[in-house]
């Protein structure tokens, strides 16, 4: 099954079981928001990658209302779920199915968001997604990444996933929620944090720090400050 089949598959039942799976989900976005919210200016463009359901943008529209949100998903069906969010807010968002990963990114952004996106990439397409996002944003501009990391070793990977699934039927997350979640799983490409952050580096990022981690839930972040070279 393709990435975009099974997310097409799961968006209903997408965000409903969203927080059996991350068992950091709280400190885990909630790091996100705050090092989003230390902005010295607010964003008025953002962009969010692999929006799914819109989750990530919702909480971020909450933090600065009058910033514009484009919201980029493999999945159409994701994006009407993201749309059935934001119908009764005055947010400005505009849905576009697209690959980010293979299609250009338009325009320029202050903001650019993702989560629990980026892993479905191989190395060569993260590698080459931060130096676009780069050139992308606006001077002062941030990317901030939520998303799942692979443990530096096999060992400590295997460790991340014994203890995850230890966590989530800790939770009671049901058999078909997990069968469901393992298939999804199935489309990863994690790469470690420390070739991501030496990534970002090289594509002309400032500030580059993993603010939170969890076993294989991390947040990690990088600046564009003015005249920067990518």
């Known amino acids: 099954m393709s990435i975009k ?69 493999l999945s159409d069906a994701m994006l009407e779920q993201a749309q059935q969010r934001f119908a009764d807010t005055d947010t400005k ?17 202050d903001l650019i968001i993702s989560a629990l996106s980026i892993h479905h990439l191989s190395d060569a397409q993260k590698e080459a997604l931060f130096h676009k996002l780069f050139l ?22 295997k460790i991340y996933r014994e203890l995850w699934l230890q966590q989530i039927k800790a939770n009671g997350v049901s058999d078909t ?22 990534w970002l580096q090289n594509a002309g990022f400032s500030d580059v720090n993993c603010w939170y981690k969890s076993l294989s839930f991390a947040v990690y972040s990088g600046r564009k400050f003015r005249g920067s070279k990518g």
């Open 5 to 73: 089949g099974a997310f097409d598959k799961a968006a209903k039942e997408y965000d409903a079981t969203r927080k059996q799976l991350i068992p950091c989900f709280d400190d885990f976005y909630g790091t996100a928001l705050e090092i989003i919210t230390l902005l010295d200016n607010a964003p008025k463009k953002v962009l969010d990658l692999g929006a799914g359901t819109g989750l990530f943008a919702s909480l971020v529209a909450q933090c600065y209302p009058n910033a514009e949100f484009t919201l980029y998903d």
């Open 136 to 157: 992308s944003l606006n001077d002062n501009g941030l990317f901030i990444n939520a998303d799942q990391v692979l443990g530096e070793t096999p060992a400590i990977d």
């Open 177 to 198: 929620t997990l069968a469901s979640a393992l298939e999804r799983m199935k489309e990863d490409k994690m790469s470690t944090l420390s070739q991501q952050l030496s």
């Open 93 to 109: 968002i505009a849905y576009v199915v697209k690959d980010y990963a293979t299609e250009p990114i338009d325009g320029h952004y």
